[in-house]
């Protein structure tokens, strides 16, 4: 058995592997087998130490798919060899083994291979609470999307497309804007050699958006904030180039407009709520609404590696561990 053993925070070569023993499952959990593990940015904030979220030495990742191979005292609904699915708070997700609560698990359908369910948990019930839990996006409407072509960007695209809203997205290169398009943007900007908010002004002739998804924080909250249409909503949900400086609520007020901050783990919390965002994603990847793309794939000693591709903006889609 093997796991990613953070020792300290820092670069992505303090990612490394280790020998462990997972013992017997106790009361409520099950001991899995993990398939695939999925690659997150969140894993880069804490094994940055940008967030302080997981005690060293620890496991880092929020989420994997696997099998049960053995279940505790008092766990009804799960047994041996049972797929199943998961993202958690409580980290510990790059691993061979593991041990975890029951009631966190998720089964999965046959519609369902451990790919893309390793690839998606986490990246699409972002994109369900994006887009049903905070205001939701209306067809007709349009919205923002940065980083379009990532793991969350392409996913989220795909939705919005089909839900009948017009998507802009940004995106840091030509390839990636190329996937960005394939995934339903209408249209695409290069924001690493364009001025977003000018582009974004011209294409709404001046009206703004209705929603931004900005998961970029520094290089783009002003921009964001500048094309949104009167009453327009920001949501940031996540911060790739770094954290977005104190901001006066004050501002605000110059368009009635709103801004979100949630953070997935929040809306996942209540296991009924969160089987049936899971239920949608699956209903969604199942009827050809959203394709995971997986862009990477490495061994799980590959973590540090896959970090630093991620990092670098080297990768589109989702990015995998493969156990
Ligand atoms: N709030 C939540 O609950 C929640 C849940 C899931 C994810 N998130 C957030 O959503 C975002 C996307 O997550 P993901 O895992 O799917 O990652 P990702 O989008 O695949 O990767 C991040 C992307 O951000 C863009 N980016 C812009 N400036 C960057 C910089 N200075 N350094 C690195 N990347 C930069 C890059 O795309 P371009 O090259 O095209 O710019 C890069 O590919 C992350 O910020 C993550 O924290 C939040």
Redesign the pocket.
Known sequence: MKAIILRNYGGPEELRVEDVTVGAPGAGEVRLRQTVIGI???DAYVRSGLYKTLALPGIPGVEAAGIVEAVGEGVAGFKQGDRVAYVTGAYGAYASHRLIAAAKLIRLPDTIDDRTAGAMM??GL?VQMLLTKLRPLQRGETCLIH?A?????QMLTQWAHHLGATVIGT???DA?AGLARANGCGHVIVYTRENFAARVTEITGGKGVHMVFD??GA?TFEGSLAVLASQGVLVN?????GPIPPFAPARLAAKSNALWR???FHYIEDAGERQRMADALFAAVAGGIVKVEIGAEFPLEGAGEAHRA??A?A?TGSTILKV
């Not at 072509?149 to 960007?153: D, L, N, Q, S, T």
């Not at 949900?237 to 180039?241: D, L, P, T």
Request: glycine share 16%; hydrophobic share 40%; no cysteine.
């Open positions: 997150n940015f969140h986490v990246k972002t980083a072509a990532g793991g969350v960007g995106v840091g290169n990636k998961s970029v290089d949900f996540g911060q790739s180039a949630p953070i997935l991620m990092e903006r990768t």
